[in-house]
């Protein structure tokens, strides 16, 4: 599975002049907790988010915790008031071919909820956790169907092939006339989201493979 099968795409973005205000409410309106800041050609400038709006503009209280803050702030002091001044301008990125896999260890390792998905400088997509978690959490009745749509579409009819779901793995049943035919259909059912393998007719399944001599 490729971020681009599971990517949010047309992604939500920011200028890096526009107010902070702006990338908060474009954060709660979306429901997203970060977002890639681009040029006016879209390329990748840096990423916002949730957690860099908050730095410094939600003020201590001195009553709750007198030792850590012996002095009333009666001035805050500069607040940040556009997107450039507190976005990281070095963000992890991914690339739309990339196994969904990558992507997860790397939001891992960085400590990231999401990823920008930049093509030739450009960004294409976001992807994020949440995203992913769909994905592969995926109900084997739905990856059925969504498998089943996709090979009608293909066929041009109904039925042409059954297919079925078990643990991930796509069963698909039905006459092929070529290897051609068997190849696309094994890729076509590799791109819905949370598929694991797919078998067809002729092959063993892992527990009947002929042990080698």
């Known amino acids: 599975m490729r971020v681009h099968d599971i990517m949010t795409s047309p992604a939500q973005v920011v200028r890096p002049d526009a107010p902070v205000e702006t990338a908060a409410d474009l954060m709660t309106t979306y429901a997203v907790t970060a977002l890639p800041v681009v040029d006016t050609g879209d390329r990748l400038l840096g990423m916002v988010s949730d957690s860099d709006l908050l730095w410094h503009r939600v003020p201590a209280e001195p009553r709750t915790d007198p030792i850590r803050h012996p002095d009333v702030v009666v ?18 990125v991914v690339g739309p071919g990339a196994d969904v896999a990558d992507a997860a260890q790397l939001m891992l390792e960085h400590d990231v909820r999401s990823l920008p998905v930049v093509e030739d400088g450009v960004v294409v997509g976001v992807v994020s956790r949440r995203d992913i978690l769909r994905a592969v959490v995926r109900d084997d009745s739905v990856l059925a169907a969504d498998v089943r ?22 069963t698909v049943a039905g006459e092929f006339p070529n ?7 094994a890729l076509l059912a590799r791109t819905v989201p949370g598929v694991a393998a797919v078998r067809l007719p002729g092959e063993p399944a892992a527990d009947e493979a002929p042990v080698p001599a």
């Open 75 to 92: 001035h805050p002091g500069h607040r940040p008031g556009v997107v450039v001044e507190v976005m990281s301008d070095h963000p992890v």
């Open 179 to 185: 290897e051609q035919q068997r190849a696309v259909v």
């Open 149 to 170: 749509r996709r090979l009608d579409d293909y066929a041009g009819r109904r039925d042409r092939w059954t297919v079925s779901a078990e643990a991930g793995v796509i």
